[in-house]
Every structure is written in C-alpha cells, then in structure tokens.
C-alpha cells in the first residue's frame, strides 16, 4: 500500500529532477540566446516552470519523509486504521458498504479505497466493531456501524 505510493511519489521526483537539471536549463539557454529577457516568453515560462518544479520537488521530499516514518508497531491490531478493510452498514441507504483505508496517494474511492484524511476515514480511525459514526461530508450527514473490520495486520500486508 504505502509501499506503492512511495514508488510513485519516487518516480515522480526522479521526473522532475531531471527535468530540473537537464530540461530546463537547457530551455533557459536556448531562451537567453534569443535576446532581451523582458520581453521574452520563453524565458518567463522556463522560468515559472523552473519555480514550479522546485516547489514540487519540497512537498513530494515531505510526504516521502512522511511515509518513512509510518511505524507498523504503532498501528492497532484492535481498532480501525491505516491499512483496515471495513464493512460498514449505511444507516440513510440500509444497505452495506466495505472500504478500506489507504494513504492519500493510493486512495480510489470508485474502488472503495478511501483516505484516512477523507472525512469517513477519518471518522472510522479508532473505532471498533459495533461503533456508530456519524460522518459529516459537503453534501450533510451520514451514520454508519462498523459491522466489522480486519487490520492491515490481519491481512498481513505491509506498509
């Protein structure tokens, strides 16, 4: 799970950097050879994109880091949370609904993926069977019981 999105977010850092150190350096030279900066536009866009690039960069160097100090031990063997297969009775619909609870960047909510900074993800972590949670999402309110849940320890994956 984690382990995927740490691999994206790798290949996406390995993307930018080159395009960071070969791209646009070689758009910036090619834009300062046609003449005065002020009023060149290939230069403004290398540039920004330039700026872009490099913003990027931190924020995905952050979430790494963030995802490096996820610890297995810390993660409930008796609760929901990151890595949890959920089976939860919709209250409003009468009907059951199952997710599970992923990082923010493996989250697929047509494929029942959500994520644990989601509104429902976030209102699941901790709870336990027979919970009721009251979710409230944009478009109002919902209740859920937890009809039962495995861990990402019962399911012997890995993050």
Same mark, same amino acid.
Request: charge should be negative.
């Given at each position: 799970?984690?382990?995927?999105?740490?691999?994206?977010?790798?290949?996406?850092?390995?993307?930018?950097?080159?395009?960071?150190?070969?791209?646009?350096?070689?758009?910036?030279?090619?834009?300062?050879?046609?003449?005065?900066?002020?009023?060149?536009?290939?230069?403004?866009?290398?540039?920004?994109?330039?700026?872009?690039?490099?913003?990027?960069?931190?924020?995905?160097?952050?979430?790494?880091?963030?995802?490096?100090?996820?610890?297995?031990? =810390?993660?409930?063997?008796?609760?929901?949370?990151?890595?949890?297969? !959920? *089976?939860? &009775?919709?209250?409003?619909? #009468? $009907?059951?609904?199952?997710?599970?609870?992923?990082?923010?960047?493996?989250?697929?909510?047509?494929?029942?993926?959500?994520?644990?900074?989601?509104?429902?993800?976030?209102?699941?972590?901790?709870?336990?069977?027979?919970?009721?949670? =009251?979710?409230?999402?944009?478009?109002?309110?919902?209740?859920?019981? !937890? *009809?039962? &849940?495995?861990?990402?320890? #019962? $399911?012997?994956?890995?993050?």
């Amino acid at each position: 799970m984690a382990l995927e999105a740490r691999k994206k977010l790798e290949d996406e850092v390995r993307t930018l950097q080159k395009e960071l150190t070969t791209e646009l350096p070689r758009a910036l030279k090619k834009a300062l050879a046609m003449g005065d900066l002020r009023e060149n536009a290939d230069y403004q866009a290398a540039k920004e994109r330039q700026e872009f690039v490099r913003a990027r960069l931190g924020q995905l160097k952050q979430r790494l880091s963030e995802l490096a100090m996820i610890n297995m031990e =810390k993660i409930p063997h008796d609760r929901i949370s990151l890595g949890s297969t !959920v *089976v939860l &009775f919709d209250v409003e619909k #009468d $009907e059951e609904v199952t997710y599970k609870l992923v990082t923010s960047e493996d989250s697929d909510v047509m494929g029942g993926a959500i994520s644990t900074s989601s509104p429902i993800g976030r209102s699941l972590l901790g709870k336990q069977e027979g919970d009721t949670v =009251k979710v409230r999402i944009p478009a109002g309110a919902r209740t859920f019981e !937890v *009809v039962r &849940f495995t861990t990402i320890h #019962d $399911e012997g994956a890995s993050l």
